[in-house]
């Protein structure tokens, strides 16, 4: 593929999702979808399973993010982790994979097990999605790598999900250029407001804090750079970073 076509931090905001897609060209665009499709927003089981089918269909490359892994925690260890995850926007995903009301109606071991037993191929697929996808100059991740490291790669697992500072403000050695989500733009700029990508020595934030009321960004780049940057803002609320 000549062109990759990388899709923000979706957060369970489906008709966004869909509606970015029209800009995809899988002839000639390799998709890759930064991580984070699902919690906060009401739609996470249908974002997964819209994910999955593009992978399966079009080889899309669909990069685990901190809230797929916070997902699969919860159901590994579901009392230790529910508070958490619940202040994280899990609840959204719970209940969209079961119903309305079911975080308060069954019991965490319950709610663990239903969702196994329902879900066990989609479980299974987000397990294996992969940290970093490297194209041409390019590396993209869903939160960042670890630039004191003599080789990017040996990033710890951990920080290619969750990292932030470290990342942000570090020295970037590596000679690519990283495109990451997971920090919505708002924040990177200073001023929880400006929804545009932020870019900064060789590094590039996509997350434009979508499910917040802000925008979802498709950029396609090509071995040049951007070729073009589709921003879809969410009009359906206004700005409420609420994390």
Request: with cysteine; glycine share 10%.
């Amino acid at each position: 593929m000549d062109q990759v076509f990388v899709i923000g931090d979706v957060h369970g905001e489906y008709d966004l999702f869909v509606k970015m897609l029209e800009f995809f060209e899988p002839q000639t665009q390799q998709l890759v979808l930064i991580g984070d499709l699902n919690d906060r927003g009401a739609k996470s089981k249908d974002c997964w399973l819209l994910g999955k089918q593009l992978v399966e269909k079009y080889q899309a490359v669909y990069l685990k993010g901190n809230h797929e892994e916070y997902f699969l925690q919860f159901l590994k260890n579901p009392e230790d982790w529910f508070e958490s995850y619940l202040y994280n926007g899990g609840k959204e995903t719970i209940e969209s994979l079961l119903h309305a009301g079911a975080t308060e109606e069954y019991s965490l071991t319950e709610i663990a097990m239903f969702i196994r037993s329902r879900y066990k191929d989609l479980v299974e697929f987000l397990g294996q999605r992969p940290f970093y996808f490297e194209w041409k100059q390019y590396v993209f991740v869903h939160a960042g790598i670890d630039l004191a490291k003599s080789n990017w790669r040996n990033t710890d697992l951990h920080d290619f999900l969750w990292i932030r500072e470290p990342f942000h403000t570090g020295k970037n050695q590596t000679g690519k250029v990283i495109v990451f989500g997971h920090t919505i733009t708002p924040m990177l700029y200073g001023d929880m407001q400006t929804t545009a990508l932020w870019q900064s020595d060789n590094k590039i934030g996509v997350d434009g804090g979508a499910v917040f009321g802000g925008s979802l960004h498709g950029v396609l780049f090509n071995d040049s750079g951007i070729i073009e940057d589709h921003e879809l803002p969410n009009l359906k609320g206004p700005w409420k970073p609420n994390f």
